[in-house]
């Protein structure tokens, strides 16, 4: 006869195994590598990883939430770089546009 299964089993197997975040990692350290903030995020998603593999779940969960923020960081501070080149060089090509229109009158 089986033993019943107790609220602490049921309560552990209910919960997921923590995100390490890797490939978001990889995509930032490739290509938003932002102050090496994509480096940083990569360290802690493999080192999250790691735990996770050696049975650290806190561990893994601390590691990949570490992870998770640099991404974000990384992630809003190419937007916004990126943001700031479209507006620089709309406002350039405008400011051409109307030297131009003043040396032709």
């Known amino acids: 006869m089986e033993a019943p299964m107790t609220n602490n089993a049921a309560r552990f197997a209910s919960i997921p195994p923590p995100r390490d975040h890797v490939l978001w990692s990889?995509?930032?350290?490739?290509?938003?590598?932002?102050c090496c903030l994509g480096f940083g995020a990569l360290y802690f998603s493999i080192k999250a990883r790691d735990r996770k593999v050696v049975g650290d779940i806190e561990?893994?969960?601390?590691?990949?939430?570490?992870?998770?923020?640099?991404?974000i960081?990384?992630?809003?501070?190419?937007?916004?770089?990126?943001?700031?080149?479209?507006?620089?060089?709309a406002a350039g090509t405008a400011t051409a546009a109307n030297a131009i229109n003043i040396r032709r009158n």
């Open 73 to 89: 960081v990384a992630l809003c501070l190419s937007l916004l770089f990126f943001i700031i080149i479209i507006i620089v060089l």
């Open 26 to 34: 990889l995509f930032n350290f490739f290509y938003m590598n932002v």
């Open 59 to 71: 561990g893994a969960r601390g590691y990949g939430s570490k992870a998770r923020c640099l991404n």
